[in-house]
């Protein structure tokens, strides 16, 4: 990719930011200046991304009052999530960014859920202040399982690597990590992995916590704030991040007989 167009640095303005999610089960874009969200749109979608996403990025533009050229940062959302919605956000993305000379960042869905949670409050300061000492986030599949990542208490650290771990098998699985500490959860299946852990630990639920755009744009900015360079402001490749292969089952092959040369 061309060299960004746009320095970053201390000192100067805060960066013109696109933020795109397209993971889960929703298509949302927000465009913020540093912190300040000049734009959003959140629209719940459980298929069809690519069609609703560059429609829904030119609205917020011109609600921005932004022409694309002037973006500093373009962030997205690369899973675990839907497969098809984490290919048409990637490759909207690389080709906003491309053409405004933009940097590219790459966020886990995990990464999201957690800031936003950090960013809105009461979230993880007040679970800090009432003895948790970490956060759960926990995604929706698709399938039987769920999708986990587990944060320390500032909802930034990340305590082990992203997993799929099946309902009956969390309650092992949080205690091998952080013992019998009471904890948060976010994101879209923080009730029923409330429920799957049961009456182990304290836990306490934030609702309403699916990853999406400004989740996005939170992880980026913390990591910014923290003094991170934007490209390793979520410290993250921009690839998809799959947990397991994709629900596709390829044709067999058709024996059509010998080959035969034109």
Do not use: W
């Amino acid at each position: 990719m061309t060299a960004p167009a746009h320095p970053f640095g201390p000192g100067l303005s805060p960066p013109l930011l696109l933020a795109i999610e397209t993971a889960g089960s929703g298509c949302s874009a927000a465009i913020l200046r540093g912190s300040e969200t000049l734009a959003a749109e959140c629209r719940a979608l459980r298929h069809g991304h690519a069609e609703a996403l560059m429609p829904m990025v030119d609205r917020v533009a011109r609600a921005a009052d932004i022409e694309p050229g002037e973006l500093e940062l373009v962030a997205a959302a690369i899973g675990p999530g839907g497969f098809t919605g984490i290919r048409a956000g990637l490759a909207a993305a690389q080709g906003i960014a491309l053409a405004a000379r933009a940097r590219l960042v790459g966020v886990t869905s995990f990464a999201a859920a957690a800031a936003a949670a950090r960013a809105r409050g009461p979230g993880c300061q007040s679970v800090e202040h009432d003895g948790a000492r970490a956060l759960l986030v926990a995604l929706d599949s698709r399938r039987a399982d769920l999708y986990v990542q587990l944060f320390a208490g500032d909802c930034a650290t990340p305590l082990a690597e992203p997993a799929a771990i099946l309902p009956d098998r969390l309650t092992p699985y949080v205690a091998g990590l952080i013992g019998g500490a009471a904890l948060v959860i976010a994101g879209d299946m923080a009730e029923l992995a409330a429920d799957a852990l049961g009456r182990d630990r304290p836990v306490g639920i934030i609702p309403d916590s699916a990853p999406d755009a400004l989740g996005v744009a939170a992880a980026v900015i913390f990591g910014l704030d923290a003094g991170a360079s934007p490209d390793r402001a979520a410290n993250m490749p921009v690839r998809p991040l799959y947990l397991r292969p994709p629900d596709v089952t390829l044709p067999k092959e058709r024996n059509s007989g010998p080959a035969v040369a034109l």
